[in-house]
């Protein structure tokens, strides 16, 4: 694609890395990978983010037990080491990572845990707001 002048977006990214992980393909130059996959990830929505760090996930799991490391070319099958991912995941995160497990499932991403009108029970503050008088 790089080759024709085709830049890929996330959604093609992730259907490359998948049919390329199903046959066993993923034995790549290394540095050539990863500056395709932060540009794809840079140029992503947030949403495509989590979806194209999803399926490098699943692809690299696929290729690891079928492709061998082949440090001495610079070519490994690991695309994307799982740290790193963890690590790329933090980052875009407001909260750090602290979630504590609590995901919004009906948007598939951190449930928003701003509780500026909400004291530490739970309460709304203004209804323990004394009146004016």
């Known amino acids: 694609m790089l080759e024709e002048g085709v830049q890929p977006n996330a959604y093609t990214f992730v259907a490359v890395l998948s049919a390329c992980a199903d046959l066993a393909l993923i034995e790549r ?3 050539e990978e990863q500056k395709m996959l932060e540009e794809a990830i840079k140029n992503a929505r947030e949403r495509d983010r989590r979806t194209l760090l ?6 690299s ?3 690891s037990s079928k492709t061998k490391a082949n440090k001495e ?5 690991e695309i994307f080491p799982s ?3 963890e690590e790329y995941a933090k980052l875009g995160r407001k909260d750090g990572g602290n979630h504590d497990g609590q995901y919004d499932s009906k948007n598939d991403c951190i449930a928003d845990h ?3 009108d909400e004291n530490e029970d739970g309460e709304d503050d ?6 004016n008088a």
């Open 73 to 77: 070319n610079g070519r490994v099958g």
């Open 54 to 59: 999803r399926a490098m996930n699943k692809s």
């Open 83 to 85: 740290t790193s991912l």
């Open 29 to 31: 130059d290394v540095e």
């Open 114 to 116: 701003d509780d500026d």
């Open 61 to 63: 799991s696929k290729s």
């Open 126 to 131: 203004a209804d323990n707001e004394e009146p």
